[in-house]
């Protein structure tokens, strides 16, 4: 399994550009996470979601927009990058769920990290 | 909504033993995860309690206070691996597992 994979790796865009960066995971997982990281800072969330078409705000959301079309695949898109959009982005996902015994289930609490893209916005 | 308190930077030797402290206010408090993350790389999971006491990992283990709203991470036998930077993180009672993320302790380890 490749677990959790991003692209682009690196991106230079200029101010008022729009991109679209990709997150994939084969690993069947059913929630999905957008954060993005400042230097010396820790994650903010953007946008997440719980399953395929579903989408929700998270704590930083302005500036950008998500889409869950597939269930492996999570996109995060910028429609007129910033320099204040300049920061790492990475995505993570989760199962959500763990089944335990007699047919239960409790929510799963470890999130799996992609490598992250190095956005710079001039 | 939330917030999180810890050090930003905590230095130590090899063999030493290092706690890091995390204070929290939370409006809807489920659990609180720490995760590693060495420079230029992405943030890997280490524990998580969700009730009050210790968890205990090989050399690191984690420990909770729901009262006191406080956890802290405990490294032992520290190795020069270990400098990377440590992150709390609460996860909180509404939908989708979402985590807010502490500003991070960064842990530099000298021989």
């Known amino acids: 399994n490749a677990g959790v994979t991003q692209t682009p790796k690196f991106r230079v865009l200029k101010t008022g550009q729009s991109m679209t960066l990709l997150c994939a995971q084969d690993?069947?997982?059913?929630?999905m996470y957008w954060y993005r990281q400042d230097p010396g800072m820790g994650l903010r969330l953007i946008h997440y979601?719980?399953?395929?078409?579903?989408?929700a705000k998270g704590e930083v959301p302005d500036g950008y927009n998500v889409s869950r079309l597939k269930k492996q695949n999570f996109l995060l898109g910028l429609e007129s990058a910033a320099p204040s959009q300049t920061s790492v982005y990475f995505c993570?996902?989760?199962?959500?769920?763990?089944?335990?015994?007699?047919?239960?289930?409790?929510?799963?609490?470890?999130?799996?990290f992609g490598p992250g893209t190095r956005l710079t916005v001039l | 909504g939330q917030s999180l308190e810890q050090p930003s930077e905590v230095t130590a030797v090899e063999g030493a033993i290092v706690q890091i402290n995390c204070t929290y206010q939370?409006?809807?408090?489920?659990?609180l995860s720490w995760y590693q993350q060495h420079d230029g790389g992405a943030p890997t999971f280490l524990s998580y309690?969700?009730?009050?006491g210790l968890e205990e990992t090989g050399r690191f283990s984690s420990f909770l206070s729901r009262s006191d709203s406080y956890g802290y991470l405990l490294l032992q036998e520290l190795q020069m691996k270990d400098s990377a930077s440590y992150f709390c993180?609460?996860?909180?009672?509404?939908?989708?597992?979402?985590?807010?993320f502490g500003g991070g302790t960064r842990v530099l380890v000298k021989p």
């Open positions: 993570a996902s989760t199962p959500g769920w763990e089944g335990i015994g007699r047919g239960g289930r409790k929510s799963y609490n470890e999130q799996f």
């Open positions: 690993m069947n997982h059913e929630y």
């Open positions: 979601s719980v399953g395929e078409g579903t989408t």
């Open positions: 939370t409006s809807g408090f489920y659990g």
């Open positions: 309690n969700g009730l009050d």
């Open positions: 993180a609460v996860r909180d009672r509404a939908a989708g597992n979402k985590l807010t």
